[in-house]
């Protein structure tokens, strides 16, 4: 027996942290449906009963089901989706790199379950090749794009603060 950690455990470990994260931001989101779809008006993701909606039961939802490993790879393509958008709508309202970071290193957790699976201990896979294609990954991009470019944020308090000179 060697001394390596097996892969299956680090899929594991991997699909453990992100779905502690889907369901920590998750959870508040699902609680209070209302609250959570004027910030999503507000970020200019109208209507924001949809869309608060909709990442809500991706994050909650999706962090359970990315948890017990039950089709893991379909709930982080998903959640990958929503940091493209999220990444790109910082980007959009000019927010530094420490904001957008932690949306691009959720994403890349989600790319190692996308493209390598679950891991040990899950319920149920999904064929994980279909996410593995240059043009799924091209029309992803293109339309995390596009719904970051087409949100109107609302008010100053998705501006950027002055900074000092």
Sequence with gaps: MSGYIPVDWILF????????VMIYYGWPKIRSLKS?????ERMGFRPGIVWGTLIAA??????????????AEIATALFGFQMMVGTFWKLKIKKPF???????????LCIVIMSQGAGIYSLNAFAVPMFLRWNVAAASLVGAFLLAAFSKPQGTAYEQPATAA
């Design 98 to 108: 420490t904001d957008y970071s932690y949306d691009l290193q959720l994403f890349a």
């Design 36 to 40: 959570n779809a004027g910030d999503f």
């Design 13 to 20: 470990l991997v699909r453990v942290i992100l779905a502690t």
């Design 58 to 71: 991706v994050e909650c939802f999706g962090g359970v089901a990315v948890l017990l490993g039950f089709y």
